[in-house]
Protein backbone atom coordinates (compact mmCIF):
# COMPACT_ATOMS: atom_id res chain seq x y z
CA UNK A 1 0.00 0.00 0.00
CA UNK A 2 1.29 3.38 -0.64
CA UNK A 3 0.75 5.33 2.75
CA UNK A 4 0.39 9.36 3.42
CA UNK A 5 1.38 10.17 6.94
CA UNK A 6 0.86 12.79 9.34
CA UNK A 7 2.83 13.82 12.24
CA UNK A 8 1.82 16.58 14.53
CA UNK A 9 2.35 15.60 18.45
CA UNK A 10 4.33 18.39 19.62
CA UNK A 11 6.34 21.02 17.79
CA UNK A 12 7.48 19.17 14.64
CA UNK A 13 4.69 19.10 11.39
CA UNK A 14 6.08 16.13 9.43
CA UNK A 15 4.35 14.59 6.24
CA UNK A 16 5.56 11.29 4.91
CA UNK A 17 4.69 8.75 1.93
CA UNK A 18 6.27 5.28 2.13
CA UNK A 19 5.26 2.34 -0.08
CA UNK A 20 4.56 -1.25 1.54
CA UNK A 21 7.73 -3.32 -0.48
CA UNK A 22 9.28 0.20 -2.02
CA UNK A 23 10.20 1.77 0.53
CA UNK A 24 9.96 5.64 2.08
CA UNK A 25 8.86 8.02 -1.15
CA UNK A 26 8.93 11.52 0.08
CA UNK A 27 9.17 13.20 3.51
CA UNK A 28 9.41 16.98 4.91
CA UNK A 29 9.78 18.14 8.57
CA UNK A 30 9.05 21.91 9.81
CA UNK A 31 10.16 22.23 13.31
CA UNK A 32 8.75 24.70 15.30
CA UNK A 33 11.98 25.62 17.48
CA UNK A 34 12.55 29.17 16.55
CA UNK A 35 8.39 29.55 17.13
CA UNK A 36 9.02 28.36 20.89
CA UNK A 37 12.64 29.86 21.91
CA UNK A 38 11.73 32.85 23.33
CA UNK A 39 9.70 30.87 25.82
CA UNK A 40 12.04 28.54 26.81
CA UNK A 41 9.80 25.59 25.84
CA UNK A 42 7.01 24.48 23.95
CA UNK A 43 3.69 26.29 23.67
CA UNK A 44 0.93 23.84 22.85
CA UNK A 45 -1.50 26.51 21.76
CA UNK A 46 1.07 28.07 19.57
CA UNK A 47 2.31 24.66 18.77
CA UNK A 48 -1.22 23.72 17.11
CA UNK A 49 -1.99 26.81 15.54
CA UNK A 50 1.31 26.26 13.75
CA UNK A 51 0.29 23.07 12.81
CA UNK A 52 -2.87 24.01 11.23
CA UNK A 53 -1.03 27.04 9.49
CA UNK A 54 1.59 24.67 7.79
CA UNK A 55 -0.17 20.77 7.05
CA UNK A 56 -1.98 21.69 4.55
CA UNK A 57 0.86 22.87 2.01
CA UNK A 58 3.78 20.58 3.60
CA UNK A 59 0.70 17.88 2.35
CA UNK A 60 0.98 19.22 -1.61
CA UNK A 61 4.38 19.80 -1.41
CA UNK A 62 5.29 16.34 -0.11
CA UNK A 63 3.05 14.49 -2.73
CA UNK A 64 4.52 16.45 -5.10
CA UNK A 65 8.27 15.36 -4.11
CA UNK A 66 7.22 11.83 -4.41
CA UNK A 67 5.83 12.42 -7.86
CA UNK A 68 2.01 11.61 -6.69
CA UNK A 69 -1.25 12.84 -7.19
CA UNK A 70 -3.86 12.18 -4.40
CA UNK A 71 -5.38 8.98 -6.35
CA UNK A 72 -2.45 7.29 -6.32
CA UNK A 73 -2.55 7.25 -1.83
CA UNK A 74 -4.24 4.09 -0.94
CA UNK A 75 -4.39 4.97 2.90
CA UNK A 76 -3.76 7.60 5.36
CA UNK A 77 -1.65 6.83 8.58
CA UNK A 78 -1.55 9.79 11.97
CA UNK A 79 0.53 10.37 14.69
CA UNK A 80 -3.17 9.58 17.18
CA UNK A 81 -0.50 10.31 20.87
CA UNK A 82 0.37 10.44 22.93
CA UNK A 83 1.49 13.87 23.18
CA UNK A 84 -0.14 17.78 23.38
CA UNK A 85 -3.71 17.16 22.50
CA UNK A 86 -4.03 20.25 20.71
CA UNK A 87 -1.48 19.48 18.14
CA UNK A 88 -2.66 15.41 17.93
CA UNK A 89 -6.30 16.87 16.92
CA UNK A 90 -4.88 19.14 13.89
CA UNK A 91 -2.94 15.69 12.60
CA UNK A 92 -5.85 13.77 13.31
CA UNK A 93 -8.54 16.10 12.53
CA UNK A 94 -6.68 16.69 8.73
CA UNK A 95 -5.95 12.94 8.08
CA UNK A 96 -9.37 11.26 8.97
CA UNK A 97 -10.36 14.34 6.95
CA UNK A 98 -8.55 13.20 3.85
CA UNK A 99 -8.98 9.75 4.16
CA UNK A 100 -12.96 10.56 4.03
CA UNK A 101 -12.68 12.47 0.70
CA UNK A 102 -10.01 10.75 -0.68
CA UNK A 103 -12.38 7.26 -0.14
CA UNK A 104 -9.62 5.50 1.78
CA UNK A 105 -8.81 3.90 4.87
CA UNK A 106 -7.26 5.79 7.82
CA UNK A 107 -5.34 4.32 11.06
CA UNK A 108 -3.99 6.18 14.15
CA UNK A 109 -0.25 5.33 15.11
CA UNK A 110 0.74 5.15 18.14
CA UNK A 111 4.16 8.08 17.84
CA UNK A 112 6.36 5.69 19.80
CA UNK A 113 5.72 2.57 18.07
CA UNK A 114 6.66 4.52 15.24
CA UNK A 115 10.33 5.64 17.24
CA UNK A 116 10.55 1.66 17.80
CA UNK A 117 10.18 1.54 13.84
CA UNK A 118 12.09 3.89 12.78
CA UNK A 119 15.54 1.54 12.03
CA UNK A 120 13.05 -0.50 9.53
CA UNK A 121 13.61 2.34 7.34
CA UNK A 122 17.14 1.31 6.76
CA UNK A 123 18.70 -0.06 3.90
CA UNK A 124 19.53 -3.14 6.09
CA UNK A 125 16.77 -3.25 8.81
CA UNK A 126 17.46 -5.16 11.86
CA UNK A 127 15.85 -8.39 12.54
CA UNK A 128 13.69 -8.78 14.75
CA UNK A 129 13.54 -8.77 18.19
CA UNK A 130 15.71 -5.95 19.34
CA UNK A 131 15.98 -4.01 22.47
CA UNK A 132 15.13 0.01 22.11
CA UNK A 133 16.89 2.46 24.34
CA UNK A 134 14.78 5.84 23.25
CA UNK A 135 15.96 8.87 24.84
CA UNK A 136 14.32 12.16 23.38
CA UNK A 137 12.57 15.10 24.89
CA UNK A 138 9.53 13.28 26.13
CA UNK A 139 10.66 10.14 26.89
CA UNK A 140 13.01 7.21 28.13
CA UNK A 141 12.37 3.76 27.81
CA UNK A 142 13.60 0.52 27.44
CA UNK A 143 11.67 -1.62 25.56
CA UNK A 144 12.01 -5.22 24.04
CA UNK A 145 10.71 -5.17 20.57
CA UNK A 146 9.31 -8.68 19.28
CA UNK A 147 8.13 -7.29 16.18
CA UNK A 148 5.21 -5.16 15.17
CA UNK A 149 2.81 -3.99 17.76
CA UNK A 150 4.50 -6.40 20.24
CA UNK A 151 6.31 -4.56 22.16
CA UNK A 152 7.36 -5.08 26.31
CA UNK A 153 8.33 -2.11 28.15
CA UNK A 154 11.04 -3.31 30.51
CA UNK A 155 11.96 0.60 32.07
CA UNK A 156 11.11 3.83 31.73
CA UNK A 157 11.02 7.24 33.79
CA UNK A 158 9.09 8.03 36.72
CA UNK A 159 9.31 11.89 35.98
CA UNK A 160 11.40 14.01 33.03
CA UNK A 161 12.85 12.42 30.20
CA UNK A 162 16.44 12.03 30.11
CA UNK A 163 16.45 15.33 27.50
CA UNK A 164 14.14 17.33 29.71
CA UNK A 165 16.34 16.69 32.48
CA UNK A 166 19.18 17.96 30.20
CA UNK A 167 17.14 20.72 29.00
CA UNK A 168 16.55 21.86 32.17
CA UNK A 169 19.57 21.92 33.09
CA UNK A 170 20.82 23.72 30.47
CA UNK A 171 18.31 26.47 31.16
CA UNK A 172 19.56 27.24 34.77
CA UNK A 173 22.96 27.26 33.35
CA UNK A 174 21.66 30.00 31.10
CA UNK A 175 22.27 28.14 27.87
CA UNK A 176 19.00 29.03 25.04
CA UNK A 177 16.53 26.16 24.33
CA UNK A 178 16.40 23.29 23.74
CA UNK A 179 19.95 23.24 25.94
CA UNK A 180 20.62 19.69 25.32
CA UNK A 181 23.03 19.68 22.58
CA UNK A 182 24.67 23.10 23.93
CA UNK A 183 24.96 21.36 27.54
CA UNK A 184 26.85 18.73 26.50
CA UNK A 185 29.42 21.00 24.04
CA UNK A 186 30.26 22.67 27.25
CA UNK A 187 30.81 19.42 28.97
CA UNK A 188 33.51 18.61 26.75
CA UNK A 189 35.51 21.24 28.56
CA UNK A 190 34.41 20.64 32.39
CA UNK A 191 36.81 18.01 34.03
CA UNK A 192 34.93 14.24 35.32
CA UNK A 193 34.57 14.06 39.15
CA UNK A 194 34.76 17.93 40.22
CA UNK A 195 30.81 17.23 40.94
CA UNK A 196 29.32 14.11 41.59
CA UNK A 197 25.92 14.39 41.21
CA UNK A 198 23.56 10.81 42.24
CA UNK A 199 22.99 8.13 39.97
CA UNK A 200 19.01 8.19 40.38
CA UNK A 201 17.83 4.45 40.83
CA UNK A 202 20.72 2.79 40.47
CA UNK A 203 21.27 0.97 43.12
CA UNK A 204 17.41 -0.56 42.70
CA UNK A 205 16.35 -3.43 41.11
CA UNK A 206 14.71 -3.30 37.71
CA UNK A 207 14.78 -0.58 34.51
CA UNK A 208 13.07 2.09 35.77
CA UNK A 209 14.37 5.79 35.59
CA UNK A 210 14.40 9.19 37.49
CA UNK A 211 15.66 12.57 36.38
CA UNK A 212 13.98 15.30 38.09
CA UNK A 213 15.88 15.05 41.27
CA UNK A 214 19.15 15.48 39.37
CA UNK A 215 17.73 18.79 38.37
CA UNK A 216 17.59 20.07 41.70
CA UNK A 217 21.32 18.34 42.64
CA UNK A 218 22.22 20.82 39.65
CA UNK A 219 21.05 24.20 40.93
CA UNK A 220 22.28 23.46 44.39
CA UNK A 221 25.53 22.56 42.85
CA UNK A 222 25.09 25.87 40.86
CA UNK A 223 24.66 28.50 43.82
CA UNK A 224 27.78 30.63 44.35
CA UNK A 225 29.29 29.20 40.80
CA UNK A 226 27.18 31.10 38.49
CA UNK A 227 29.44 33.43 36.94
CA UNK A 228 32.56 31.28 37.34
CA UNK A 229 33.05 29.71 33.42
CA UNK A 230 35.16 26.64 34.85
CA UNK A 231 32.96 25.82 37.59
CA UNK A 232 30.17 25.72 34.86
CA UNK A 233 31.48 23.31 32.75
CA UNK A 234 32.68 21.20 35.16
CA UNK A 235 28.92 20.82 36.20
CA UNK A 236 28.18 20.06 33.08
CA UNK A 237 30.34 17.32 32.67
CA UNK A 238 29.31 15.79 36.01
CA UNK A 239 26.01 16.56 35.17
CA UNK A 240 26.27 14.85 31.95
CA UNK A 241 27.93 12.11 33.64
CA UNK A 242 25.07 10.89 35.64
CA UNK A 243 22.90 10.79 33.07
CA UNK A 244 25.38 9.04 30.76
CA UNK A 245 25.98 6.63 33.48
CA UNK A 246 22.56 6.17 34.60
CA UNK A 247 21.20 5.08 30.74
CA UNK A 248 24.03 2.85 29.91
CA UNK A 249 23.92 1.10 33.46
CA UNK A 250 20.18 0.69 32.85
CA UNK A 251 20.81 -0.45 29.19
CA UNK A 252 23.42 -3.34 30.16
CA UNK A 253 20.52 -5.02 32.66
CA UNK A 254 18.79 -4.80 29.90
CA UNK A 255 20.53 -6.25 27.36
CA UNK A 256 21.65 -9.13 30.00
CA UNK A 257 17.99 -9.94 30.88
CA UNK A 258 16.90 -10.37 27.53
CA UNK A 259 19.85 -11.89 25.90
CA UNK A 260 19.13 -9.68 23.02
CA UNK A 261 21.77 -8.52 20.03
CA UNK A 262 21.00 -6.03 18.79
CA UNK A 263 20.48 -2.38 20.65
CA UNK A 264 18.50 0.67 18.65
CA UNK A 265 19.23 3.80 19.93
CA UNK A 266 16.40 6.47 19.51
CA UNK A 267 15.35 10.38 20.06
CA UNK A 268 17.43 13.24 20.29
CA UNK A 269 19.30 12.42 23.37
CA UNK A 270 20.98 10.09 21.31
CA UNK A 271 23.31 12.32 19.30
CA UNK A 272 25.13 12.30 22.66
CA UNK A 273 29.11 11.37 22.03
CA UNK A 274 29.74 10.41 25.11
CA UNK A 275 26.56 8.80 25.58
CA UNK A 276 27.32 6.60 22.10
CA UNK A 277 30.80 6.10 23.51
CA UNK A 278 29.52 4.01 26.52
CA UNK A 279 26.73 2.81 25.16
CA UNK A 280 29.18 1.12 22.62
CA UNK A 281 31.10 -0.31 25.52
CA UNK A 282 28.75 -1.99 27.53
CA UNK A 283 26.93 -3.28 24.09
CA UNK A 284 30.45 -5.15 23.11
CA UNK A 285 30.81 -6.24 26.64
CA UNK A 286 27.53 -7.82 26.35
CA UNK A 287 27.94 -9.18 22.87
CA UNK A 288 25.58 -7.16 21.02
CA UNK A 289 26.09 -4.31 18.71
CA UNK A 290 24.61 -0.70 18.65
CA UNK A 291 22.56 0.51 15.66
CA UNK A 292 21.18 4.32 15.55
CA UNK A 293 18.84 5.07 12.52
CA UNK A 294 19.76 8.15 10.63
CA UNK A 295 19.68 11.52 12.76
CA UNK A 296 16.65 12.41 10.67
CA UNK A 297 14.79 9.05 11.55
CA UNK A 298 15.56 9.74 15.32
CA UNK A 299 14.04 12.72 15.57
CA UNK A 300 10.28 13.20 15.73
CA UNK A 301 9.04 12.52 11.51
CA UNK A 302 6.75 11.33 9.95
CA UNK A 303 8.53 8.70 7.75
CA UNK A 304 8.47 6.07 10.94
CA UNK A 305 4.58 6.48 11.18
CA UNK A 306 4.28 5.83 7.35
CA UNK A 307 6.19 2.81 7.98
CA UNK A 308 3.44 1.60 11.09
CA UNK A 309 0.34 3.11 9.16
CA UNK A 310 1.65 0.75 6.15
CA UNK A 311 2.24 -1.90 8.37
CA UNK A 312 -0.95 -1.93 10.26
CA UNK A 313 -3.32 -0.85 7.07
CA UNK A 314 -1.88 -3.72 5.07
CA UNK A 315 -2.61 -6.27 7.34
CA UNK A 316 -6.62 -4.68 7.32
CA UNK A 317 -6.56 -2.60 10.73
CA UNK A 318 -8.83 0.41 10.51
CA UNK A 319 -9.57 3.22 12.32
CA UNK A 320 -12.70 5.79 11.78
CA UNK A 321 -14.58 8.23 13.31
CA UNK A 322 -14.58 9.63 15.55
CA UNK A 323 -10.79 10.40 15.14
CA UNK A 324 -8.28 9.24 17.53
CA UNK A 325 -6.38 11.37 19.83
CA UNK A 326 -4.91 10.51 22.74
CA UNK A 327 -2.44 12.87 24.90
CA UNK A 328 -1.81 9.38 27.10
CA UNK A 329 -1.23 6.59 25.83
CA UNK A 330 0.16 3.36 27.52
CA UNK A 331 2.95 1.45 24.72
CA UNK A 332 1.59 -1.61 25.93
CA UNK A 333 -1.80 -1.35 24.92
CA UNK A 334 -1.08 -2.03 21.82
CA UNK A 335 -1.17 -5.19 19.61
CA UNK A 336 0.03 -6.99 16.65
CA UNK A 337 -1.87 -5.65 13.23
CA UNK A 338 -5.35 -7.40 13.39
CA UNK A 339 -7.89 -7.94 10.77
CA UNK A 340 -10.12 -5.69 10.70
CA UNK A 341 -9.28 -4.53 14.13
CA UNK A 342 -10.88 -1.01 15.11
CA UNK A 343 -9.50 1.35 17.44
CA UNK A 344 -11.39 1.63 20.31
CA UNK A 345 -12.58 5.21 20.00
CA UNK A 346 -11.16 6.80 22.61
CA UNK A 347 -10.83 10.81 22.85
CA UNK A 348 -9.71 12.70 25.03
CA UNK A 349 -10.66 15.75 23.47
CA UNK A 350 -13.39 15.74 21.03
CA UNK A 351 -12.77 16.15 16.95
CA UNK A 352 -14.07 19.53 16.02
CA UNK A 353 -17.01 19.58 14.26
CA UNK A 354 -18.39 16.75 15.78
CA UNK A 355 -20.37 18.32 18.52
O1 LIG B 1 13.79 13.21 19.90
P1 LIG B 1 13.97 14.68 19.96
O2 LIG B 1 14.60 15.38 18.80
O3 LIG B 1 12.62 15.42 20.13
C1 LIG B 1 11.67 15.40 21.11
O4 LIG B 1 11.84 14.86 22.19
O5 LIG B 1 10.64 16.02 20.75
O6 LIG B 1 14.80 14.98 21.27
C2 LIG B 1 15.15 16.28 21.64
C3 LIG B 1 15.91 16.20 22.92
C4 LIG B 1 16.05 17.57 23.56
O7 LIG B 1 15.75 17.44 24.93
C5 LIG B 1 17.50 17.91 23.30
O8 LIG B 1 18.04 18.80 24.24
C6 LIG B 1 18.15 16.56 23.38
O9 LIG B 1 17.24 15.72 22.69
N1 LIG B 1 19.48 16.52 22.76
C7 LIG B 1 20.63 16.23 23.43
C8 LIG B 1 21.68 16.31 22.48
N2 LIG B 1 21.14 16.64 21.28
C9 LIG B 1 19.80 16.75 21.46
N3 LIG B 1 20.83 15.92 24.70
C10 LIG B 1 22.10 15.67 25.09
N4 LIG B 1 23.17 15.74 24.25
C11 LIG B 1 23.00 16.05 22.95
N5 LIG B 1 24.06 16.10 22.13
ZN1 LIG C 1 9.21 11.68 19.43
Redesign the pocket.
Known amino acids: MRVLAVESS?DETAVAVYEGGRGLLAHRVYTQTDLHEIWGGVVPELASRDHVRRLAPMIVATLADAKLRREDIDGVAYTAGPGLIGALLVGAGVATGLAYAWKVPVVGIHHLEGHLLAPMLEPTPPAFPYLALLV???HTMLVDVLGVGRYRVLGESLDDAA??A??KTAKLLGLPY????RL?ELAETGRPGVFQFPRPMLDRPGFDFSFSGLKTAALLALRGHENDPVARADLARGFEEAIVETLATKTRRALRATGRQILIVA???G??RRLRQRLAEVAQAEGARTSYPRAEF???NAAMIAYAGEARLALGERGGLPALARARWPLEELGPPAESAVHAPITTGRVPGRG
Do not use: K, M, R, Y
Open positions: CSGGGEFDPGGSAGGVANCTD
